[in-house]
């Protein structure tokens, strides 16, 4: 299925409850980027409001970005 990824690739959350360990798989959402990519045309094109804006995509990425350092170190990281 297109915009969908397998099992394997899924996330897992790892959770800590007063002191027990809970892992749980994430299913990914199904993907679909054109959607995205016409409205960066429309917004370019047509001055259409962006949905993602750059606040928003910065935002995504130093999420991201903590939470492979969090893995790399294997650590909590406090968000600023």
């Known amino acids: 299925h297109w915009g ?3 099992a394997s690739l899924q996330g897992k ?3 800590d409850d007063n002191g027990a360990s809970i892992i749980t798989r994430i299913p990914s959402e199904a993907g679909d980027y054109r959607m995205f990519y ?3 045309y429309d917004a370019i094109a047509f001055d259409q409001p962006l949905m993602v ?3 928003q995509a910065r ?3 130093e999420l991201l970005e ?3 350092l ?3 170190q294997e650590r909590r990281i406090k968000l600023p």
Do not use: Y
């Open 70 to 72: 969090s893995s790399n």
């Open 13 to 15: 959350l790892n959770l």
């Open 53 to 55: 804006t750059p606040k």
């Open 59 to 61: 935002q995504v990425i």
């Open 38 to 40: 016409k409205n960066i």
């Open 4 to 6: 969908v990824e397998p």
């Open 66 to 68: 903590l939470s492979i």
